[in-house]
């Protein structure tokens, strides 16, 4: 099996038929460009667990996806996407970035839901781009780019109502999309590491951001949307 990439939380492996990938999910977490990390037991069973869940929900949906099938505990199968090298960036919520980018105050509703687009590139540090960027370095057409926010609109809206029964609010999460074919599809992982989660009762943070912010344990607070989604 010949590792294509090794990434900060996943590793890419050649699949077994054409046009596949293996996704498989490592038990490190990295924050803040990698500038600060841990090795976490069971993270990679647990996000992995939780990514299929959500992508199959969102499959079913009629959103298509990279997800093909579950293989082990902790990989999935996945088709080969070309990625697009953005970070699609839905919030129903201020937090994070914006918070710190526009001043807004925590919390503050969005409604619609915003969407930001980040440029993927770990040396740039993930800037954000208008769309004039994304046309100058040709990352997306401009039909492509619509299709994108649709599809990303749309995901976030089947996970909030997902979520919402469960007493965890949908405040954000990053998606990453590709081609197949000409085809958008979603890629990556939908996981507690790519989306913030708040309680609806307490507030309290279910997602990365409690290690981003030594909150507490990052183990415990998977485990615990795991078992709220019923995947542990
Ligand atoms: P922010 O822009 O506030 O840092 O992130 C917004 C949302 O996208 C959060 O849910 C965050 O977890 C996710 N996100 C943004 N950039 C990245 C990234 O580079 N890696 C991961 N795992 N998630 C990201």
Redesign the pocket.
């Known amino acids: 099996m010949g590792l294509l990439y090794e990434g900060?939380?996943k590793q890419l492996f050649e699949g077994p038929e054409p046009d596949t990938v293996i996704i498989r999910f490592k038990d490190s977490v990295t924050a803040g460009?990698a500038a600060k990390r841990a090795q976490i037991a069971e993270k990679g069973t647990l996000s992995a667990a939780i990514s299929l869940k959500l992508l199959e929900l969102v499959g079913a949906a009629g959103i298509p996806t990279h997800l093909l099938r579950w293989l082990d505990e902790r990989s999935f199968l996945a088709r080969l996407v070309e990625i697009i090298p953005l970070?699609v960036?839905v919030?129903n919520r201020a937090?994070?970035?914006?918070?710190?980018r526009l001043g807004l105050e925590r919390g503050r509703a969005f409604e619609p839901p915003l969407i930001?687009l980040?440029y993927?590139s770990d040396e740039l540090g993930?800037p954000l781009l208008c769309e004039s960027h994304i046309q100058l370095l040709e990352l997306a057409r401009p039909d492509e780019l619509q299709q994108i926010k649709r599809l990303a609109l749309q995901a976030q809206g089947i996970l909030k109502a997902y979520f919402a029964p469960l007493q965890l609010e949908l405040?954000?999460?990053?998606f990453e999309l590709g081609r197949v074919k000409g085809k958008i599809i979603l890629a990556d992982?939908i996981?507690?590491?790519?989306?913030?989660l708040w309680d609806s009762e307490t507030g309290q943070s279910f997602?990365?951001?409690v290690f981003r912010e030594d909150k507490g344990e990052l183990g415990a607070t998977y485990l615990e949307v795991a078992r709220r989604m019923g995947v542990r």
Do not use: Q
Not at 171 to 174: G, I, R, T
Not at 191 to 196: G, I
């Open positions: 900060k939380a460009n970070e960036v919030r937090a994070g970035s914006i918070v710190r930001e980040f993927k993930d405040v954000d999460l990053k992982e996981s507690p590491d790519t989306m913030r997602d990365k951001d």
